[in-house]
């Protein structure tokens, strides 16, 4: 898999801790690879929309992968439920599903992004380093600023 | 079944399996079934529900399941690997979630349920509301299978409404 210039934490430098929502285990492991190759780590994952505000309570990940059409809560609805209870909560969609409706509704539940399945590793690259905006850093700004 | 209902299917399966599989894709035999449908192998199932109802299957033989599994896992698999019948799910999942979104984008408005290992050697028939269309599509890890089975149904309410009405 390619590899990417790592992104880290600004305020520590330290790996970006993801939380993976997927009812495919699948595409949690494809998700997770790509991550790794950012430098990132899985602090969690879950199969479904109500697993995934549990876990999001345990673990507080820098970002939130969710997927949209899951069994017994769906994507949308998980999304809203974490951000309704953490405002600072940062979720990006990732579905294979794209139709405008669908992106909105995501939008106005409080994501911050959607990414189309089948997901390429460069536009999620640039969707991450966007979501984080100021709070992350790629490690060659990490190694300039050191020198 | 209409064509504006099958293209983005095609357009779809081609461009998802051409991106996951890296290869290039050619659609081979087409066409319609009104037998009871039969697994090949590993198949994943995706039903419909909106203004278009119906169920889609993926499906593949064993070994070349396995091969594709392979390749996107990046490594060896197992054929009773619970991975190779998630991978062909989540093929589907991709290849049916885009089609849709193409559908919806012209103004068809529908959900699809999450996709489900489609264990049962028959699946659904064909009957005189839901024609059965079968695609094969080549690629370099073997034939894949799309199955679909679906109908118009405002529109059909709207002729049946309009029949009783002449």
Request: with cysteine; glycine share 8%.
């Amino acid at each position: 898999m390619e590899q990417f210039a790592a992104l880290v934490k600004a305020k520590d430098n330290k790996p970006l801790r993801y939380l993976i929502v997927d009812d495919s285990i699948f595409a949690r492991k494809n998700l997770a690879k790509m991550l790794e190759s950012f430098g990132g780590e899985v602090a969690g994952e879950a199969g479904d929309g109500c697993t995934a505000i549990t876990e999001y309570e345990r673990v507080h990940p820098d970002l939130v992968l969710m997927d949209i059409t899951m069994p017994q809560m769906e994507g949308i609805e998980a999304a809203e439920r974490i951000v309704r209870q953490y405002p600072n909560a940062r979720v990006v969609m990732v579905s294979s599903v794209g139709y405008q409706e669908n992106i909105v509704a995501a939008l106005q539940k409080g994501a911050r992004h959607f990414v189309q399945k089948p997901v390429k590793a460069d536009v999620l690259y640039e969707v991450v380093r966007y979501v984080m905006g100021d709070d992350v850093l790629t490690a060659q700004t990490v190694s300039a600023g050191g020198k | 079944m209409k064509m504006e209902l099958i293209q983005p299917f095609i357009n779809s399966a081609d461009a998802v399996l051409a991106q996951s599989l890296q290869c290039e894709t050619r659609v081979g035999d087409v066409s319609m079934e009104d037998e009871i449908y039969r697994r090949k192998g590993v198949a994943a199932i995706i039903e419909i529900n909106g203004d278009i109802e119906g169920r889609i299957i993926l499906d593949t033989d064993p070994g070349t399941a396995m091969h594709i599994a392979a390749h996107l896992a990046g490594g060896e698999v197992d054929s009773s690997d619970d991975l190779v019948r998630e991978t062909i799910c989540e093929l589907a999942n991709m290849v049916i979630g885009n089609a849709i979104t193409s559908l919806n984008d012209q103004g068809f408005r529908f959900k699809i349920s999450p996709p489900q290992v489609h264990a049962a050697e028959h699946g659904l028939s064909g009957n005189e509301e839901t024609e059965a269309l079968v695609m094969c599509f080549e690629t370099a890890k073997g034939s894949v299978f799309m199955n679909i089975a679906m109908h118009y149904k405002r529109r059909r309410k709207e002729e049946r409404a309009a029949a009783v009405v002449g």
